[in-house]
């Protein structure tokens, strides 16, 4: 990451498990805006993330 220096509105991170995902989305300012434990789904995670998409940088860690 020594070449990646944008900033974003939001940050996501994701835990994942084999049945489930952890979420947590913090805002420029590092306020937690959401912390949710849902299903290891592809529909309940792009449902979870949709009113952050227009700016918003994942990280996961498996």
């Given at each position: 990451?020594?070449?990646?220096?944008?900033?974003?509105?939001?940050?996501?991170?994701?835990?994942?498990?084999?049945?489930?995902?952890?979420?947590?989305?913090?805002?420029?300012?590092?306020?937690?805006?959401?912390?949710?434990?849902?299903?290891?789904?592809?529909?309940?995670?792009?449902?979870?993330?949709?009113?952050f998409?227009?700016?918003l940088?994942?990280?996961v860690?498996?």
């Amino acid at each position: 990451m020594n070449f990646y220096h944008s900033t974003h509105r939001h940050y996501c991170g994701i835990d994942l498990h084999a049945r489930s995902l952890y979420v947590c989305i913090l805002d420029q300012q590092g306020e937690v805006l959401l912390h949710k434990e849902i299903k290891a789904r592809p529909e309940p995670l792009l449902t979870l993330l949709e009113p952050f998409r227009d700016d918003l940088v994942v990280g996961v860690e498996c």
